[in-house]
């Protein structure tokens, strides 16, 4: 019952300098090319592309670490059970100078682009503050609606995660431990509906609040934008990577 948030990082470094509409382009480009990967080979480039990225980018090892971790471990009974399921004997994929048989092939093209996938959307969400990201897909002509739900979302996580807390300590004091019985498991059920309830009624609170200081739709943020040379040059880099994996990809000498 214990949940935790940590803030996003947002650490110096020459991607944190970039303008968010250019590095926001260029990175959904790059996502967008490695999801489209067919071939492991290809995939494998796109993960190294990635995890450099994450290096230019400062990212702190534990914390970016602790997410693929994350991201790997759900993904692997699918991983493990793929080879299994899947058989082509008369089709081999090309991993690195050999080939691997077509079922493991697929799975670690699935992995490897998984992974790839995450580490990039980290070092998006890393390299800038978040509502300097979201304002610069609000001016991408991301729809208002969204931006303003992906914020709320990732404001009210960390409230959330208080009440829990607090509820859980309010179970302590009253000698709750968790046990696997029925007693336990309804006395979970209890404090969902009891965190959903207090969850609606501090959204209806914080509307009303935002309607009386004005709100009226429109995303407001306080960083100013300047599209610089380094900013279009990284945008090039970036459109630039994606059109060579996209390329490798489909290369049939």
């Known amino acids: 019952m214990t949940v935790a948030f940590t803030a996003l990082p947002c650490p110096d470094s020459l ?17 967008l090319a490695t999801a489209c990967l067919r071939l492991p080979n290809s995939a494998m480039i796109a993960l190294l592309v990635a995890l450099t990225l994450a290096t230019l980018g400062r990212l702190p090892p534990r914390w970016f670490l602790a997410r ?12 493990i059970s793929l080879p299994f399921l899947v058989h082509r004997p008369d089709a081999d994929l090309p991993l690195g ?14 992995a490897m682009k998984a992974v790839a996938v995450v580490a990039l959307m980290l070092v998006l969400l890393a390299t800038a503050p978040l509502d300097a990201t979201l304002k610069a897909a609000h001016s ?45 498991y309804r006395t979970v059920g209890h404090v969902a ?5 207090r969850g609606v009624e501090r959204a209806e609170r914080v509307s009303q609040a935002m309607r009386c200081r004005g709100f009226d739709g429109r995303f407001r943020s306080l960083t100013p934008f300047q599209t610089r040379a380094l ?5 090039l880099v970036f459109a630039g990577a994606a059109a060579g994996l996209l390329l490798w990809d489909n290369w049939k000498p």
Do not use: M, N
Request: charged share 15%; aromatic share 10%.
């Open 193 to 197: 509906g009891t965190l959903l309830v």
């Open 68 to 79: 693929l971790g994350a991201a790997a471990l759900f993904l692997s009974p699918f991983v």
């Open 97 to 110: 100078s050999r080939t691997v048989p077509y079922g493991l092939g697929v799975a670690l093209l699935l």
């Open 231 to 235: 900013d279009v040059a990284a945008f």
């Open 140 to 184: 991408l002509w991301i729809p208002g609606l969204l931006v303003h739900l992906g914020l709320l979302t990732y404001r009210y996580l960390f409230v959330l995660s208080s009440e829990l807390r607090r509820l859980r300590v309010a179970l302590r004091v009253r000698g709750y431990r968790h046990r696997a019985t029925r007693h336990s």
């Open 15 to 31: 991607l944190r300098r970039l303008d968010p509409r250019w590095k926001l382009a260029g990175l959904l480009l790059l996502t």
